[in-house]
């Protein structure tokens, strides 16, 4: 158990892995008792939060309690067959989740500008 421990000490892991995994193309009627059936196989789990509106069916996010553990589901869960739909087991990023938020701010603050100014877009396309 120790050297196992030392061996998980050494490893460097590539920046892009975390504890957090974002789990798509779910069956909609799963629920997250069956989700941890299926991601706890892989070690402790913190969380699980399975999408419930109609944008986010289909979709979970899988918190463990050690990086190690979720970069293990990960390698053996992503296209992993759940009633006839292929896992799609990814890293969560928050820099991707944000981003979309970023732009609609910034386009909000464009037309708040334009109005302010008295600027058209049709007039800057002359």
Known sequence: ??????????????????????????????????????????????????????????TAFVVYEDIFDAKNARDHLSGFNVCNRYLVVLYYQSTKAFKQLDVDKKQEELDTMKAKYNISTEELKK
């Open 1 to 58: 158990m120790a050297l196992a421990m030392q061996k998980r000490n050494n490893v460097r892991l590539p920046p892009e892995v975390n504890r957090v995994l974002y789990v798509r193309n779910l069956p909609y009627k799963i629920t997250s008792d069956e989700m941890y059936d299926i991601f706890g196989k892989y070690g402790a789990i913190r969380q699980i939060r399975v999408g419930n509106t109609p944008e986010t069916r289909g």
